[in-house]
């Protein structure tokens, strides 16, 4: 029996735009859809696809790791045997999903699909790029998208890799909207537009939900000859019944969207943009002694205000907690929750509603930096000034 490929759904988005918690409600939403999840981070350790597993249904859901490294790179050994991995159980999954790093393309999954060992066993189904809507309208990713010149810092590099995601996605998700007015979220969806005219759908996801039938199943891009196109399909603001043409069934180049003319981005250019920009660092340091909540998040909120740091995530010991504090950071916006419901919080912890977070069970805190030029050794030693312990 020849079974149809499997549908592969590919999550991209920067830093902190909330993919993991999306996907996280997304798992629970889909049963009693199978789902494989592929994560990848930018980072020794695994943080993300902890908080997935906590998602977990039974063998309904499996989640695999990929740390260190930027996914289906050429050079990446890891992703061809995992997903043939997965293509050889095929009868016990519907759908794959893959996230990518937050400074990753999606383009080189993209384009790796197409491998002769994968082609036959997957297919793209679509792409979606999560975007922090508050940085985007505050304008935090308007500093260009020039990726020739790396002089003007951070900014630059930033703005470029976010307008690549959004150029190379089918749909843009424009999350963290909870507290946004309408005319806001107009003015966002009027940048998408501009940025990435070939974006098919723009949706709204508040408190980082969103329904699963605009998320799996969409059938964007379509087996045809051999390879992946596009097809027909409804587009906003037209009437109902009618469609616009997607482009034909030749193979897929990464971004090809409403007859647009093709670019080739994907796995050269994914290579290019980290080989030529070599200043987003990621490192881990860790304490062994039990911290204070509070002056834990104050002095990641300290550092973050004067060191080039996009991302924070871990977790903490805290004195007289018997589980640990998993932290998110987002630039200055610090974010903490208990790993276990089960135990109240010091009354002092600047901390969100308790929710159960199936972490890893290690002592001690473990956190992970990611920053443009950021500095380890100087990181480390504020940390170890601002909170009175050793960091490593």
């Given at each position: 029996?020849?079974?149809?490929?499997?549908?592969?759904?590919?999550?991209?988005?920067?830093?902190?735009?909330?993919?993991?918690?999306?996907?996280?409600?997304?798992?629970?939403?889909?049963?009693?859809?199978?789902?494989?999840?592929?994560?990848?981070?930018?980072?020794?350790?695994?943080?993300?696809?902890?908080?997935?597993?906590?998602?977990?249904r039974?063998?309904?859901?499996?989640?695999?790791?990929?740390?260190?490294?930027?996914?289906?790179?050429?050079?990446?050994?890891?992703?061809?045997?995992?997903?043939?991995?997965?293509?050889?159980?095929?009868?016990?999954?519907?759908?794959?999903?893959?996230?990518?790093?937050?400074?990753?393309?999606?383009?080189?999954?993209?384009?790796?699909?197409?491998?002769?060992?994968?082609?036959?066993?997957?297919?793209?189904?679509?792409?979606?790029?999560?975007?922090?809507?508050?940085?985007?309208?505050?304008?935090?990713?308007?500093?260009?998208?020039?990726?020739?010149?790396?002089?003007?810092?951070?900014?630059?590099?930033?703005?470029?890799?976010?307008?690549?995601?959004?150029?190379?996605?089918?749909?843009?998700?424009?999350?963290?909207?909870?507290?946004?007015?309408?005319?806001?979220?107009?003015?966002?969806?009027?940048?998408?537009?501009?940025?990435?005219?070939?974006?098919?759908?723009?949706?709204?996801?508040?408190?980082?939900?969103?329904?699963?039938?605009?998320t799996?199943?969409?059938?964007?891009?379509?087996?045809?000859?051999?390879?992946?196109?596009?097809?027909y399909?409804?587009?906003?603001?037209?009437?109902?019944?009618?469609?616009?043409?997607?482009?034909?069934?030749?193979?897929?180049?990464?971004?090809?969207?409403?007859?647009?003319?093709?670019?080739?981005?994907?796995?050269?250019t994914?290579?290019?943009?980290?080989?030529?920009?070599?200043?987003?660092?990621?490192?881990?340091?860790s304490?062994?002694?039990?911290?204070?909540?509070?002056?834990l998040?104050?002095?990641?909120?300290?550092?973050?205000?004067?060191?080039?740091?996009?991302?924070?995530?871990?977790?903490?010991?805290?004195?007289?907690?018997?589980?640990?504090?998993?932290?998110?950071?987002?630039?200055?916006?610090?974010?903490?929750?208990?790993?276990?419901?089960?135990d109240?919080?010091?009354?002092?912890?600047?901390?969100?509603?308790?929710?159960?977070?199936?972490?890893?069970?290690?002592?001690?805190?473990?956190?992970?930096?990611?920053?443009?030029?950021?500095?380890?050794?100087?990181?480390?030693?504020?940390?170890a000034?601002?909170?009175?312990?050793?960091?490593?």
């Amino acid at each position: 029996m020849i079974r149809a490929p499997l549908p592969v759904t590919v999550v991209t988005g920067f830093l902190g735009a909330g993919k993991t918690t999306l996907l996280g409600n997304l798992l629970r939403d889909a049963a009693p859809r199978r789902l494989a999840v592929v994560v990848n981070e930018f980072g020794e350790i695994s943080i993300d696809g902890a908080l997935l597993r906590q998602h977990q249904r039974g063998a309904e859901v499996e989640i695999h790791d990929v740390a260190q490294g930027l996914l289906a790179y050429a050079d990446d050994t890891d992703f061809v045997p995992l997903m043939l991995q997965l293509a050889s159980r095929r009868a016990l999954i519907d759908h794959v999903l893959i996230e990518t790093s937050g400074l990753a393309l999606p383009t080189a999954v993209m384009e790796r699909l197409q491998d002769p060992l994968l082609a036959e066993h997957f297919v793209l189904d679509a792409t979606l790029a999560v975007v922090d809507t508050p940085l985007l309208l505050t304008g935090d990713f308007d500093a260009g998208s020039d990726l020739a010149t790396h002089g003007a810092g951070r900014e630059k590099s930033t703005a470029g890799l976010f307008d690549l995601q959004l150029a190379n996605a089918d749909i843009v998700v424009l999350n963290k909207i909870d507290r946004l007015e309408r005319r806001a979220l107009l003015d966002a969806e009027t940048q998408i537009r501009t940025r990435a005219p070939g974006v098919r759908f723009i949706e709204l996801a508040r408190q980082a939900r969103l329904d699963p039938r605009l998320t799996l199943g969409l059938k964007l891009h379509e087996p045809g000859a051999g390879n992946h196109g596009y097809r027909y399909a409804p587009v906003r603001g037209m009437p109902a019944g009618e469609t616009r043409p997607l482009g034909d069934h030749r193979r897929l180049d990464g971004h090809r969207h409403s007859g647009l003319a093709p670019h080739r981005h994907g796995v050269a250019t994914h290579k290019h943009f980290h080989e030529h920009d070599p200043g987003w660092q990621s490192f881990t340091l860790s304490c062994a002694d039990p911290l204070d909540a509070v002056v834990l998040s104050q002095a990641l909120t300290a550092i973050a205000g004067s060191e080039p740091l996009m991302r924070v995530k871990g977790y903490a010991g805290i004195k007289g907690a018997a589980n640990r504090l998993l932290i998110q950071g987002v630039r200055t916006r610090i974010e903490t929750v208990w790993q276990n419901s089960a135990d109240p919080a010091p009354p002092e912890a600047p901390t969100e509603p308790l929710t159960e977070v199936n972490l890893p069970a290690a002592d001690g805190t473990q956190l992970v930096f990611i920053g443009y030029h950021a500095v380890r050794s100087r990181i480390a030693e504020q940390l170890a000034t601002l909170t009175g312990r050793h960091w490593s």
